[in-house]
Protein backbone atom coordinates (compact mmCIF):
# COMPACT_ATOMS: atom_id res chain seq x y z
CA UNK A 1 0.00 0.00 0.00
CA UNK A 2 0.83 3.73 -0.70
CA UNK A 3 1.97 5.49 2.33
CA UNK A 4 3.77 7.97 3.80
CA UNK A 5 5.89 8.11 7.21
CA UNK A 6 7.10 11.11 8.86
CA UNK A 7 8.30 9.81 12.50
CA UNK A 8 9.07 12.77 14.01
CA UNK A 9 5.33 14.44 15.47
CA UNK A 10 7.74 17.64 17.14
CA UNK A 11 10.53 18.91 16.95
CA UNK A 12 12.17 21.82 19.01
CA UNK A 13 15.87 23.32 17.95
CA UNK A 14 17.55 26.45 18.28
CA UNK A 15 17.46 29.32 16.14
CA UNK A 16 20.28 29.29 13.77
CA UNK A 17 20.64 25.67 14.11
CA UNK A 18 20.36 22.91 11.26
CA UNK A 19 17.43 21.08 10.63
CA UNK A 20 16.68 17.51 9.22
CA UNK A 21 12.88 16.42 8.92
CA UNK A 22 12.85 12.71 7.85
CA UNK A 23 10.36 11.49 5.67
CA UNK A 24 9.63 7.45 4.35
CA UNK A 25 7.75 6.48 1.86
CA UNK A 26 6.23 3.03 0.41
CA UNK A 27 5.13 3.30 -3.41
CA UNK A 28 5.36 0.70 -5.91
CA UNK A 29 6.76 3.12 -8.93
CA UNK A 30 8.93 5.49 -8.87
CA UNK A 31 7.66 8.09 -6.76
CA UNK A 32 7.09 11.78 -7.08
CA UNK A 33 7.85 13.41 -3.38
CA UNK A 34 6.80 16.47 -2.46
CA UNK A 35 6.96 19.08 0.77
CA UNK A 36 4.80 21.36 2.21
CA UNK A 37 4.52 23.80 4.78
CA UNK A 38 1.94 25.34 6.54
CA UNK A 39 2.14 28.18 8.64
CA UNK A 40 -0.58 29.40 11.14
CA UNK A 41 -3.38 30.68 8.96
CA UNK A 42 -2.51 29.70 6.34
CA UNK A 43 -2.40 27.19 3.31
CA UNK A 44 -0.23 24.35 2.41
CA UNK A 45 2.59 26.01 0.75
CA UNK A 46 5.35 23.97 -1.83
CA UNK A 47 8.67 24.00 -0.45
CA UNK A 48 9.90 21.67 -3.22
CA UNK A 49 9.28 18.35 -5.24
CA UNK A 50 11.65 15.40 -6.90
CA UNK A 51 10.07 13.86 -10.44
CA UNK A 52 13.76 12.82 -11.22
CA UNK A 53 17.34 13.47 -12.30
CA UNK A 54 19.24 14.87 -9.34
CA UNK A 55 18.53 13.69 -6.19
CA UNK A 56 19.13 16.49 -4.45
CA UNK A 57 16.24 18.87 -4.30
CA UNK A 58 16.95 23.05 -4.04
CA UNK A 59 13.21 24.65 -2.77
CA UNK A 60 12.46 28.06 -1.20
CA UNK A 61 13.07 29.27 1.63
CA UNK A 62 16.65 28.00 1.90
CA UNK A 63 15.65 24.50 2.12
CA UNK A 64 16.66 21.36 0.31
CA UNK A 65 15.44 17.98 0.14
CA UNK A 66 17.85 14.51 -0.58
CA UNK A 67 15.53 11.12 -2.90
CA UNK A 68 17.38 8.13 -1.33
CA UNK A 69 15.98 5.09 -3.28
CA UNK A 70 17.72 2.31 -1.10
CA UNK A 71 16.46 3.78 1.32
CA UNK A 72 12.75 5.09 0.22
CA UNK A 73 13.57 8.50 1.95
CA UNK A 74 13.23 12.06 1.49
CA UNK A 75 14.00 14.21 4.45
CA UNK A 76 14.01 17.50 4.51
CA UNK A 77 16.95 19.98 5.16
CA UNK A 78 18.32 23.30 6.26
CA UNK A 79 21.42 24.64 7.40
CA UNK A 80 20.43 27.64 9.39
CA UNK A 81 16.48 27.75 11.26
CA UNK A 82 15.13 30.71 11.45
CA UNK A 83 12.03 32.01 14.22
CA UNK A 84 9.94 31.93 10.89
CA UNK A 85 10.50 28.41 9.85
CA UNK A 86 8.46 27.42 12.44
CA UNK A 87 5.69 25.85 10.89
CA UNK A 88 4.07 22.39 10.39
CA UNK A 89 5.84 20.04 7.59
CA UNK A 90 4.51 17.84 5.63
CA UNK A 91 5.90 15.01 3.34
CA UNK A 92 3.75 13.71 0.44
CA UNK A 93 4.00 10.99 -2.13
CA UNK A 94 2.19 11.99 -5.74
CA UNK A 95 -0.14 8.90 -6.23
CA UNK A 96 -0.17 8.60 -10.44
CA UNK A 97 -3.02 7.18 -12.26
CA UNK A 98 -4.03 6.43 -15.90
CA UNK A 99 -5.39 9.55 -16.57
CA UNK A 100 -2.78 11.26 -15.27
CA UNK A 101 -3.84 13.18 -12.52
CA UNK A 102 -1.98 13.18 -9.28
CA UNK A 103 -3.43 12.21 -6.20
CA UNK A 104 -1.55 13.56 -3.15
CA UNK A 105 -0.61 10.88 -0.20
CA UNK A 106 0.58 12.72 2.38
CA UNK A 107 2.47 11.97 5.75
CA UNK A 108 1.57 12.90 9.82
CA UNK A 109 3.14 16.22 9.61
CA UNK A 110 5.87 17.28 11.78
CA UNK A 111 5.60 20.31 13.87
CA UNK A 112 8.83 22.43 14.00
CA UNK A 113 9.31 24.66 16.80
CA UNK A 114 12.29 27.40 16.98
CA UNK A 115 13.55 28.35 20.31
CA UNK A 116 15.40 32.19 19.62
CA UNK B 1 -2.57 36.80 -8.82
CA UNK B 2 -5.08 35.43 -6.25
CA UNK B 3 -4.95 32.20 -4.68
CA UNK B 4 -7.15 29.41 -3.59
CA UNK B 5 -9.64 31.04 -1.64
CA UNK B 6 -11.87 28.69 0.95
CA UNK B 7 -15.19 29.85 2.78
CA UNK B 8 -16.03 29.68 5.89
CA UNK B 9 -13.23 29.83 7.59
CA UNK B 10 -14.47 28.14 10.05
CA UNK B 11 -17.97 26.65 11.09
CA UNK B 12 -19.20 25.46 13.99
CA UNK B 13 -22.59 22.77 13.88
CA UNK B 14 -24.51 20.74 15.58
CA UNK B 15 -24.74 16.74 14.67
CA UNK B 16 -27.11 16.63 12.11
CA UNK B 17 -27.12 20.02 10.80
CA UNK B 18 -26.03 20.71 7.23
CA UNK B 19 -22.94 22.30 6.20
CA UNK B 20 -21.89 23.65 2.92
CA UNK B 21 -18.28 24.31 2.63
CA UNK B 22 -17.07 26.51 -0.92
CA UNK B 23 -13.90 26.34 -2.89
CA UNK B 24 -12.62 28.89 -4.91
CA UNK B 25 -9.69 27.98 -7.25
CA UNK B 26 -7.30 29.17 -8.99
CA UNK B 27 -8.45 31.04 -12.08
CA UNK B 28 -7.45 28.56 -14.94
CA UNK B 29 -7.18 25.37 -13.15
CA UNK B 30 -9.00 22.78 -14.14
CA UNK B 31 -7.63 20.49 -11.59
CA UNK B 32 -9.91 20.90 -8.03
CA UNK B 33 -9.19 18.56 -5.19
CA UNK B 34 -10.86 18.24 -1.82
CA UNK B 35 -8.84 16.84 1.59
CA UNK B 36 -9.41 16.24 4.65
CA UNK B 37 -7.49 16.20 8.03
CA UNK B 38 -9.03 14.82 11.06
CA UNK B 39 -7.84 15.00 14.63
CA UNK B 40 -4.10 15.88 13.79
CA UNK B 41 -4.13 13.14 11.43
CA UNK B 42 -2.57 12.47 7.79
CA UNK B 43 -4.45 14.95 5.54
CA UNK B 44 -6.40 13.16 3.55
CA UNK B 45 -8.01 12.66 -0.18
CA UNK B 46 -11.23 13.24 -0.69
CA UNK B 47 -12.29 13.55 -4.44
CA UNK B 48 -10.80 15.37 -7.61
CA UNK B 49 -12.69 17.21 -10.46
CA UNK B 50 -11.45 17.78 -13.86
CA UNK B 51 -13.32 21.06 -15.11
CA UNK B 52 -17.08 19.92 -14.01
CA UNK B 53 -16.29 16.10 -14.02
CA UNK B 54 -15.58 14.10 -10.92
CA UNK B 55 -12.86 12.23 -11.89
CA UNK B 56 -12.13 10.05 -8.56
CA UNK B 57 -14.25 10.12 -5.36
CA UNK B 58 -13.34 7.37 -4.02
CA UNK B 59 -11.77 9.43 -0.41
CA UNK B 60 -15.09 10.37 -0.04
CA UNK B 61 -15.94 9.14 3.22
CA UNK B 62 -19.77 8.01 2.98
CA UNK B 63 -23.01 9.23 0.83
CA UNK B 64 -23.49 12.56 3.18
CA UNK B 65 -20.74 13.73 1.72
CA UNK B 66 -21.75 15.34 -1.90
CA UNK B 67 -18.94 17.64 -3.89
CA UNK B 68 -20.21 19.48 -7.08
CA UNK B 69 -18.61 22.22 -9.33
CA UNK B 70 -20.93 23.50 -11.35
CA UNK B 71 -19.42 25.29 -14.83
CA UNK B 72 -15.92 23.80 -13.47
CA UNK B 73 -15.52 27.06 -11.51
CA UNK B 74 -16.14 26.83 -8.03
CA UNK B 75 -17.02 23.74 -5.86
CA UNK B 76 -18.91 23.25 -3.09
CA UNK B 77 -19.00 20.12 -0.38
CA UNK B 78 -21.76 19.42 1.62
CA UNK B 79 -21.67 17.38 4.59
CA UNK B 80 -25.41 16.35 5.34
CA UNK B 81 -26.69 15.78 7.83
CA UNK B 82 -23.16 16.39 9.93
CA UNK B 83 -21.52 13.80 12.14
CA UNK B 84 -19.10 14.27 14.84
CA UNK B 85 -16.33 12.41 13.03
CA UNK B 86 -16.78 14.49 10.05
CA UNK B 87 -14.99 17.45 12.57
CA UNK B 88 -11.43 18.10 11.36
CA UNK B 89 -9.82 20.80 8.36
CA UNK B 90 -11.09 20.71 4.95
CA UNK B 91 -8.41 21.71 2.12
CA UNK B 92 -8.79 22.52 -1.32
CA UNK B 93 -6.06 22.66 -4.04
CA UNK B 94 -6.11 23.34 -7.55
CA UNK B 95 -3.70 22.47 -10.26
CA UNK B 96 -3.14 23.59 -14.06
CA UNK B 97 -3.42 20.63 -16.67
CA UNK B 98 -0.57 20.51 -19.49
CA UNK B 99 2.50 21.41 -17.09
CA UNK B 100 5.31 19.05 -16.80
CA UNK B 101 4.46 15.49 -17.69
CA UNK B 102 0.67 13.72 -16.12
CA UNK B 103 1.36 13.77 -12.09
CA UNK B 104 3.89 16.86 -12.00
CA UNK B 105 1.64 19.42 -11.98
CA UNK B 106 1.88 21.64 -8.68
CA UNK B 107 -1.08 21.73 -6.51
CA UNK B 108 -1.80 25.00 -4.22
CA UNK B 109 -3.76 24.65 -1.38
CA UNK B 110 -6.06 27.26 0.31
CA UNK B 111 -6.13 27.53 4.03
CA UNK B 112 -8.80 25.41 4.97
CA UNK B 113 -11.96 25.74 6.38
CA UNK B 114 -12.16 24.48 10.26
CA UNK B 115 -15.23 22.76 10.44
CA UNK B 116 -16.58 21.71 14.39
CA UNK B 117 -19.27 19.40 14.66
CA UNK B 118 -21.01 19.22 18.46
Known amino acids: AQSVTQPDIHITVSEGASLELRCNYS??????LFWYVQSPGQGLQLLLK??????LVQGIKGFEAEFKRSQSSFNLRKPSVHWSDAAEYFCAVGARFSGGYNKLIFGAGTRLAVHP | EAGVTQFPSHSVIEKGQTVTLRCDPI?????LYWYRRVMGKEIKFLLH????????ESGMPNNRFLAERTGGTYSTLKVQPAELEDSGVYFCASSQDGVGRAGQETQYFGPGTRLLVL
Open chain 1, 27 to 32: YGATPY
Open chain 2, 27 to 31: SGHDN
Open chain 1, 50 to 55: YFSGDT
Open chain 2, 49 to 56: FVKESKQD
